[in-house]
């Protein structure tokens, strides 16, 4: 079967290419011929400073999707050339990340990622779609995505906030299914396989926003425990920090897998710290605390969660202090990765 899908595929960010990379090497190894529509959003205004610090991370992103995602369709600027050339597929998917987040998508069109230029006819799924927030935030937009919604043939979204919004604002039925990260057993293909001599002592900080409070914190509990602490992507020097910048992807999941304690604001940095059984703590931005909450709590970890700086120091204590029951994880992931599959392989029969 011919398989398109839309999603956040060209962002210059770690989560975004790899959870596209994710779900392409899932529908691939299910048997399908798979392609990206490329309707790259437009982006952010940005300082020409901004732009010129970020022009190496781009760089290896470009590299990562020429390797491993060299599936795009032609580029498409609008919505009417969309319409007008739309690539011809069985099946059309949207998803994952927040790819129904209209303070994100609003860059373009946010009715594109609900398939407003799809014809009459085709079929059409979600895949752990997000609306990014636990409610929904466009009114205006409510007739217009009720009635693409109609359309679906199926649809699955990433938090059960989401399948909330879908029965009471949108009046449809949806599931909960696992971010496409977790679909995977192995990411060897992307890092190499596994070497023990290559653990650290790292204290590893990967933050969106600046925090000086926080950022004392994480430098004081590193000193005291005799770790090096090693921001990651950060453009700011922070006292007591090493700054890890300009990594390939490659180098980004390594530096997660070897670090002895993560850090993070990114759900996807949580994910994979995860699925390399590392000690982490996870402190979502806020607002955001659902997708990180919901997950941990599907897999029994919820202490690995912190949305009070007073309380961070005792939760990193208390991480660092105990070991996860990753075997009972385990076994935990592989429920929901076998839901997640038979959707997947329900919908694109």
């Known amino acids: 079967m011919k398989v398109s899908i839309l999603t956040f595929s060209k962002e210059t960010n770690f989560g975004a290419n790899l959870q596209c990379y994710a779900l392409c090497k899932t529908l691939q190894d299910i048997g399908h011929e798979v392609s990206i529509i490329d309707a790259e959003l437009p982006q952010p205004p940005k300082s020409w400073y901004s732009h010129l610090l970020r022009l190496p991370e781009k760089f290896w992103l470009v590299r990562f999707r020429r390797k491993y995602l060299n599936i795009f369709t032609r580029t498409y600027k609008t919505v009417d050339d969309l319409r007008a050339n739309c690539p011809g597929s069985d099946l059309y998917i949207v998803g994952s990340d927040q790819v129904w987040n ?4 609003s860059r373009s069109n946010p009715l594109i990622y609900f398939f407003s230029f799809l014809p009459e006819g085709a079929r059409r799924i979600s895949y752990a779609a997000s609306f990014g927030y636990a409610e929904w935030q466009n009114p205006e ?3 217009e995505v009720k009635m693409l919604l109609g359309k679906f043939e199926a649809i699955s979204v990433r938090e059960e906030t989401a399948v909330n919004i879908c029965r009471d604002v949108f009046g449809v039925e949806a599931v909960k299914v696992a971010d496409p990260t977790l679909l995977l057993t192995s990411y060897d293909e992307l890092c190499g396989d596994y070497d023990q001599h290559r653990e650290t002592n790292e204290l590893l900080y990967f933050p969106f926003v600046r925090d000086d409070e926080e950022q004392a914190i994480l430098a004081d509990f590193a000193k005291d425990h005799g770790m090096k602490a090693v921001t990651m992507m950060s453009f700011h020097g922070y006292p007591g920090f090493v700054r890890r910048m300009f990594v390939s992807v490659k180098d980004w999941l390594n530096s997660i897998r070897y ?7 990114s759900f996807h940095c949580m994910v994979f710290c995860i699925l390399f059984h590392k000690h982490f703590v996870a ?5 955001k605390q659902t997708r990180q909450r919901n997950l941990l709590k599907q897999l029994g970890l919820e ?5 009070d700086k007073t309380q961070l120091r005792e939760t990193l204590e208390k991480v660092l202090s105990k070991n996860a029951d990753f075997q009972e994880v385990e076994k935990k992931i592989e429920k929901i990765r076998k839901q997640a599959r ?6 694109t029969k």
Do not use: M, N, W, Y
């Open 102 to 105: 209209t303070r994100i998508t």
């Open 141 to 143: 937009l409510t007739d």
């Open 259 to 265: 670090a002895r304690i993560v850090v993070s604001q």
């Open 283 to 287: 402190i979502p931005l806020k607002g």
């Open 303 to 307: 202490d690995h969660i912190c949305e």
């Open 342 to 347: 038979d959707f997947l392989c329900e919908h």
